[in-house]
């Protein structure tokens, strides 16, 4: 022992159970750090998302057009487009400041006729005046219409034109209807008589036409107004004995009438003895007489 120049080499031991609790907080350690380094692993993997207004130069990021592009799918897709139309047939629309010249040249390139006689219709000569129609086409073709607009444009008016001549002539009917009720009414047995002598006065004095075609306020025609008839029967009983009024028959006031069926038949006249020969000839006197003042 005393020649012994090195001690020993003393070693330190640790319990069993101390050694394995050291080993599995390495592992338990370690398991992280591997977990980690996977997931940076996917996320590197996946494709990253472009945005569209990021790629945008900054001296474009303000363009109006450029801001309804979200992808670069979208604006791919409209330049493609844009693309196809160049050199196509196009018509410039002019701004406020063109002149009657620069929308001519627009009229013309949209296919208006080159001159007013050029439009042609569909529809026959006879269905629409001539003359109308010609200053139509004069008119159509200063304003640029196309042939179809123009046709489309001259069938509504006709279509509007006889709806509206219909609508009238059923506003015509129930106002004459009307007026012939009142009429009789006022005028009783005499009705026939006086509207007759009324309408003989009133077309001598006016004309059918303005008769026919004059409109008053409440919708009737000027011939079919109670009003206005009742002052030409009062004015052609004043004037019974004109030619005018009586025309191709001998009228005469119901007083007179009534005047001269009394005469007829009055007590010892013909009307009275059938044995008397002009019996027959006097009832069919007074049948006529009673007939005309009955109306």
């Known amino acids: 022992m005393e020649n012994q120049t090195t001690a020993p080499e003393v070693q330190s031991e640790q319990p069993k159970e101390v050694a394995q609790e050291q080993v599995a907080e ?26 569209f207004k990021e790629m945008i130069p900054e001296e474009y990021k303000d363009e109006k057009s450029l801001q309804n592009f979200t992808t670069m ?14 050199g196509a047939n196009k018509v410039a629309i002019p701004n406020k400041m063109a002149t009657d010249e620069d929308w001519e040249e627009v009229f013309n390139k949209l296919g208006r006729p080159t001159k007013p006689e050029d439009y042609k219709y569909s529809f026959k000569e006879d269905e629409i005046n001539q003359d109308q129609l010609k200053t139509f086409n004069e008119t159509a073709y200063r304003i640029g219409l196309l042939p ?18 219909a609508d009238n002539q059923k506003v015509f009917e129930e106002k004459q209807a009307a007026a ?32 026919n075609n004059t409109i008053m306020k409440d919708g009737s025609r000027l011939g079919d107004n109670v009003e206005v008839i009742k002052a030409f029967s009062m004015l052609a009983d004043k004037l019974s004995e004109d030619e005018i009024i009586k025309g191709e028959a001998s009228y005469t006031t119901a007083k007179e009438i009534e005047k001269e ?35």
């Open 148 to 165: 179809k607009q123009a046709e489309r444009i001259i069938k509504f008016y006709n279509e509007m034109n006889t709806q509206q001549t």
């Open 26 to 51: 390495q592992q338990t350690e370690a398991k992280p750090t591997v977990l980690a380094d996977a997931t940076t692993e996917q996320k590197a993997e996946e494709p990253k998302v472009l945005n």
């Open 73 to 86: 799918n979208d604006f791919v897709k409209s330049y493609l487009s844009a693309q196809r139309l160049v």
């Open 261 to 295: 069926i009394a005469e007829l038949t009055e007590d010892g006249s013909p009307y009275w003895n059938k044995t008397h020969p002009n019996h027959k000839k006097t009832v069919d006197q007074v049948f006529k007489l009673r007939e005309q003042l009955n109306g």
């Open 180 to 211: 012939e009720v009142q009429l009789k009414k006022e005028f009783g047995p005499t009705f026939n008589k006086r509207l007759d002598q009324a309408k003989k006065l009133a077309v001598e004095t006016l004309g059918n036409d303005m008769l």
